[in-house]
């Protein structure tokens, strides 16, 4: 079965340290992934993916991705963390030449910055 | 930036009502999705309607949902008598095509059934 997971509930980091958000996955075929964050009362807004070429993916407010097939990893990163970076941040997953739309969620992990 | 929206943000029905959520896709989109969040819970997949049909559901997605596109800017979710279960955050979703493009999502509707 295709899964998507985030081993870490939440993550605490001071602000101006380097933050890690854990994602692996499970899915057919060769897979894409996204990265998604949520704020409160907000809905889910796009931060980056990864379908084919580089495995280091860049994105959104300084977020990127690193996709290691060999670990089955998409693990979000940012070099110094901001206290607007707070949120909750979603890895989700689908199975390359299918549906898009069709995605695999993470359940999500809470992102706390200090200042 | 175009956004997908949706009303209402937040609706409160009683057990066996019907509710119909309502979401506007990003104008040039054509593939359009729900899911759902319970509180706590992850992210899931309900259905995917692309050229006026369905052409992906979830298990979660039984007789009780429907989807509708009934003009050309609104795409609708109907529960059709609704559960204590079925609350939840519901999020709808556009993309401009199935492969490729990233699926944009709404700010999502509340819906607490009591």
């Known amino acids: 079965a295709q899964s998507v997971a985030q081993p870490e509930d939440q993550v605490n980091v001071a602000e101006g340290n380097p933050l890690t958000v854990k994602c692996t996955y499970s899915?057919?075929?060769?897979?894409?992934l996204f990265w998604y964050v949520q704020y409160p009362n907000r809905g889910l807004q796009f931060l980056l993916k990864y379908i084919t070429g580089d495995n280091l993916v860049k994105g959104s407010y300084g977020f990127e991705a690193e996709f290691n097939k060999s670990q089955t990893s998409f693990h979000l990163k940012k070099p110094s963390a901001l206290v607007s970076d707070s949120a909750l941040y979603f890895c989700a997953g689908g199975g390359y030449g299918g549906s898009q739309g069709n995605l695999i969620f993470g359940k999500g992990t809470k992102l706390s910055v200090k200042p | 930036e175009p956004e997908v929206t949706q009303t209402p943000s937040h609706q409160v029905t009683q057990m066996g009502q019907e509710v119909i959520l309502r979401c506007v896709p990003i104008?040039?989109?054509?593939?359009f999705y729900w899911y759902r969040q319970i509180l706590g819970q992850k992210v899931e997949f309900l259905v995917s309607?692309?050229?006026?049909?369905?052409?992906?559901k979830s298990e979660i997605f039984d007789d009780q949902f429907s989807v509708e596109r009934p003009d050309g800017s609104n795409f609708t979710l109907k529960i059709r008598s609704t559960k204590l279960e079925d609350s939840a955050m519901y999020f709808c979703?556009?993309?401009?095509?199935?492969?490729?493009?990233?699926?944009?999502f709404g700010p999502g509707t509340r819906l607490t059934v009591t």
């Open positions: 979703a556009s993309s401009r095509d199935s492969t490729g493009s990233v699926p944009s």
């Open positions: 899915v057919s075929g060769n897979p894409y």
């Open positions: 309607f692309y050229n006026n049909e369905i052409s992906e």
């Open positions: 104008s040039n989109h054509l593939y």
